[in-house]
């Protein structure tokens, strides 16, 4: 069953800019994680956090996370026209063994 | 390059083909998983592996035989494929006592025609 939920679907937006995705999900959790995946290739890591985090930042990317509205934040800061992917977040299983992922926002940088 | 490896990258097989998927994994993890990606859907976890032991199969037809014969390797069987099978399978790999930051290969893209 689907536990994440991106948000927007879709994001356009000029290079320099900042973007902004939003992931939304069911049930407790200890961590979340976002991951990056080019045109049809495979995914990749970029950011966990924890459930005891509100903030983490790791080089242009800052993750947030509210457990109380069960909600977390993917901030690219001055995107890139290299930054264009799917972004999806990730949270454990209810049995712990495996991720289950969201649909994803599909994000363009143009330049 | 994640540490893991996929082949082959692409794949047309008929409905009564048989084949296999095969990842490879460089990282020493000992939890190996296998999903597949369709357009406009989110990614679903097909099998899991750990120490070369099933611990998850969610809800996956026959006709997918996944198999394990060490930590490094995990092969995904085909068998009398249906179109709708047609999809990215993607393959990872993670330390067995943490399911997080998952490792992925570049996929493989299979059409069933």
């Known amino acids: 069953s689907q536990q994440g939920e991106e948000d927007p679907q879709a994001l356009s937006i000029q290079e320099g800019e900042n973007a902004t995705m939003n992931c939304s999900y069911k049930?407790?959790?200890?961590?979340l994680q976002w991951y990056r995946q080019n045109s049809g290739r495979g995914l990749v890591h970029l950011i966990l956090i924890r459930s005891n985090e509100r903030e983490k930042h790791s080089g242009r990317l800052r993750v947030t996370l509210d457990t109380s509205k069960k909600s977390s934040s993917l901030l690219i800061t001055a995107s890139r026209a290299a930054d264009t992917a799917s972004y999806f977040c990730?949270?454990?299983?209810?049995?712990?063994?495996?991720?289950?992922f969201g649909k994803g926002t599909t994000l363009s940088v143009s330049s | 390059e994640t540490g893991v490896t996929q082949t082959p990258r692409h794949l047309v097989m008929g409905m009564t083909n048989k084949k296999s998927l095969k990842c490879e994994q460089h990282l020493g993890h000992n939890a190996m998983y296998w999903y597949k990606q369709s357009a406009k859907k989110p990614l679903e976890l097909m099998f899991v592996?750990?120490?070369?032991?099933?611990?998850e199969n969610n809800s996956v037809p026959s006709r997918f035989s996944p198999e394990c014969p060490n930590s490094s390797h995990l092969f995904l069987h085909l068998h009398t494929l249906q179109p709708e099978d047609s999809a990215l399978y993607l393959c990872?790999?993670?330390?067995?006592?943490?399911?997080?930051?998952?490792?992925f290969g570049p996929g493989t893209r299979l059409t069933v025609l």
């Open positions: 049930t407790s959790i200890n961590n």
């Open positions: 592996y750990s120490l070369e032991e099933r611990v």
């Open positions: 990730a949270t454990p299983n209810q049995a712990g063994t495996a991720l289950i």
């Open positions: 990872a790999s993670s330390p067995a006592d943490s399911y997080n930051e998952q490792f």
